[in-house]
């Protein structure tokens, strides 16, 4: 990989946007102002941060210090660091998987209940309903039904996973062609299959009827049909949320 040529930008690092910091909580507050560099848009995808020795002289600061915020940087998702001649820590490109992988972390480490999973999906997914049916073209409506044939293929030979579902789901916001719902959507994956596994427990046809509820789904957004698209959407997602509202209600005398 070729050299990257210094940049006004770099320049504009080296003048004084990184600041000495002297709180305890070093390399976090390193994180912090890079992090805040990155929102306001003076660093962007691409651009190289400065070599470990400037930013330890910047933030007056060792290199161990350095290396554990580039570490949290690269662990969040916005650098990569690359070795080499022409390595170093690069603000990367955010994407749907790492936003939400980060976003799952989030959910799946608190106290958020299955439950409240369905409810958020309840406000998202019915609302997606009209654009995906101006938006949805014959190849998202290919691999949507080509979802459902493996989903059915996996019930009637019994290996069915709630997996299948929870890539319908995905699947089906990508279909709206809006990178903002897909990113939503996907970072709720792991959630999903969470609040699925748990309402499948509790009643296992709910996989058949999910079925025939997806197919029916994907021809309603196809003719362009928004209010049966909605209706079939949130008694879909209504299901779900009912069976883990019995999951989830403590016992009595608990």
Avoid: W
Avoid at 222 to 243: F, K, N, P, Q, Y
């Amino acid at each position: 990989m070729p050299a990257r040529r210094t940049s006004a930008k770099d320049d504009g690092l080296q003048a004084g946007l990184l600041t000495p910091v002297n709180d305890r909580r070093i390399s976090a507050l390193i994180v912090d102002q890079v992090r805040t560099l990155i929102h306001e848009g003076k660093l962007t995808p691409g651009d190289r941060l400065p070599p470990e020795r400037e930013m330890c002289e910047r933030f007056g600061v060792s290199r161990v210090t350095v290396r554990e915020a580039l570490r949290v940087l690269e662990a969040g998702g916005l650098v990569e660091i690359r070795v080499g001649a022409h390595g170093g820590a690069f603000v990367t490109q955010p994407t749907s998987d790492r936003v939400g992988a980060s976003i799952v972390d989030l959910l799946t480490l608190s106290s958020v209940t299955a439950t409240e999973v369905t409810e958020v999906r309840m406000v998202l997914e019915v609302g997606i309903i009209p654009l995906l049916c101006e938006s949805v073209d014959e190849e998202d409506i290919a691999e949507l039904n080509a979802i459902c044939d493996r989903q059915e293929a996996a019930l009637d030979s019994g290996d069915y996973h709630v997996s299948l579902s929870a890539e319908f789901h995905t699947r089906l916001a990508a279909a709206t062609h809006n990178t903002a719902f897909e990113m939503l959507v996907q970072s709720f994956h792991g959630p999903l299959l969470m609040s699925l596994a748990k309402a499948k427990s509790t009643a296992p046809e709910m996989g058949r009827r999910g079925l025939d509820e997806h197919r029916a789904i994907v021809a309603a957004v196809r003719s362009g049909d928004v209010a049966t698209g909605e209706r079939i959407m949130r008694e879909h997602l209504t299901r779900t949320a009912d069976r883990l509202c019995l999951d989830e209600m403590p016992a009595k005398g608990a």
